[in-house]
């Protein structure tokens, strides 16, 4: 399974960004996809989730913010944040959680980060 995501860059406070994230490779079934975030001397955090039947979750400090949305196909899912902060800037990672056909248990892969910076 690999995840490749993209949109990450330089903003302004106040502005926005979309995050996307597209998963390929073989599964049995996906559980949740979503971004986790780390900035500099943090750890790493749970921005948002997206169950396969929709249910999703969000960190706090980003609701009313963010929206996450997973495509019908289950393969993509984007992360829309509205009005950007100084305390978004960080590295954010895309991420699943799938079942594999062949092993039990189920199985979490991450995708490279994309940085976002928003400045003051």
């Known amino acids: 399974v690999q995840l490749q995501a993209s949109g990450g860059g330089v903003v302004q406070s106040g502005e926005s960004l979309r995050l996307s994230c597209v998963r390929s490779g073989s599964i049995y079934s996906l559980n949740v996809m979503g971004w986790y975030r780390q900035a500099p001397g943090k750890q790493r955090e749970l921005v948002a989730s997206i169950s396969s039947d929709g249910i999703t979750n969000y960190v706090d400090s980003v609701k009313g913010r963010f929206t996450i949305s997973l495509d019908n196909a289950k393969t993509t899912v984007d992360l829309q944040m509205t009005s950007l902060t100084p305390e978004d800037t960080a590295v954010y990672y895309c991420?699943?959680?799938?079942?594999?056909?062949?092993?039990?248990?189920?199985?979490?892969?991450w995708g490279q980060g994309t940085q976002v910076t928003v400045s003051s």
């Open positions: 991420y699943c959680n799938v079942d594999h056909r062949a092993w039990p248990g189920n199985y979490n892969y």
